[in-house]
């Protein structure tokens, strides 16, 4: 109980000023989650700029483990009256940015360590704000606050990104029930474990679609094999590793990372846990890949983990958009062709596009008016075009 209190408690550290009073907080369960902690005017890069306010806030959720958690993330509107009804909302789910709280894309700045990739989301989350959508955009479970971050962990990204819906209803009672969830990478991973959820996190809200950008988790556990087996690529792939592996000891603690890692990959590891995002770690030297990982390591519960949070065991109760590039080599096409074969021998509404010359972060740019006449189809109930 003082655990839990602690952690609530550390939320007025994360975004607010001394002076704020938090709400009291019941347990972060389905009944109770979504459950708006507090609210502040945003500083950050993560700013929109044509919105009415970006605010940024915390709220209750549920963890990877089922623990009450707070989570930091922000809340946008559009200037002028809403419509009948509210305003629709996009809930982003962010790409990978790291594991230690400075990767919070809600802290994000200009000269910050994953500015190059949140920039242009930003620009991208405001063309939504013109077209008439709140945009809401979770840190995710412990980035910018306490406890460690499941990263890839599907249940509880999910969770956290309908949440934040639910409590952004708290910072403007003009923001309606009807929302859509949007991804890249990671965030397509978790995109597509929210359609699976469908209603069922939120009753109150209507989530009436899903669209993944290059969704990241497919085949996610083959890395490990990657990188074991010395394949071409594999030092390129090595600064994913202590993503993984810390997200999955902060999901399953029986994933212990010290009897996973050698002694080789410790400051890799202890810079992404303290402060080191994806790029400061891919500008670290490389480690050989016969010496990454602890000669005679069990991976069976690293691999089970991993197992469970791809994408491909997701059946979406909501139509989805899915976006590739054909240019990228960090979620390859042919692992998301199969994702599409699968989802749709499931019965799945997919909506599959590719884009020619596109690489991973060019397809959130390049993929944004299909994206956006899907968010406006769904919004108004019309079936959009189906790949399946």
Known sequence: MMKRLALFAAAAFVVTSASTCLPAVGDATPGGAGRLLTQQPLTTAAVLPSAAFTRAVTYTSTGAQGQPIVVSGIVAVPRGKAPRGGWPTISWAHGTTGYADVCAPSRDTATGPSHAYLGPVTGVLDTWITRGYAVVAADYEGLGTPGGHPYINGTSEANTVADIVKAAQSVDRRIGREW??????????????????????????????????????????????????????????????????????????????????????????????????????????????????????????????????????????????????????????????????????????????????????AVVTDSVTDAQTFGDQVIKGSAPVGTC
């Open 180 to 361: 859509i969830v949007a991804g890249h990478s990671q965030g397509g991973q978790a995109a597509l474990f929210t359609a699976q959820q469908g209603d069922a996190r939120q009753p109150s809200l209507q989530l009436k679609g899903a669209i993944a950008l290059a969704p990241g988790g497919v085949g996610l556990s083959q890395t490990v094999d990657f990188v074991r087996s010395a394949q071409p690529g594999a030092e390129a792939a090595e600064s994913f590793l202590p993503l993984i592996v810390l997200g999955a000891n902060a999901a399953r603690p029986s994933v212990n990372p010290s009897a996973v890692f050698s002694d080789d990959m410790a400051p890799m590891v202890d810079a992404a846990r303290a402060s080191s995002c994806l790029t400061q770690l891919r500008g670290m030297p490389a480690v050989a890949p016969a010496k990454v990982f602890r000669p005679g390591a069990d991976f069976t519960a690293l691999s089970t983990y991993l197992n469970s949070q791809d994408p491909s065991r997701t059946t979406p109760r909501v139509p989805v958009l899915i976006a590739q590039g054909t240019a990228d080599t960090l979620v390859g096409k042919a692992g998301t062709d199969g994702l599409v074969s699968t989802l749709c021998g499931r019965k799945a509404s997919v909506d599959y596009r590719i884009y020619n010359g596109a690489d991973h972060r």
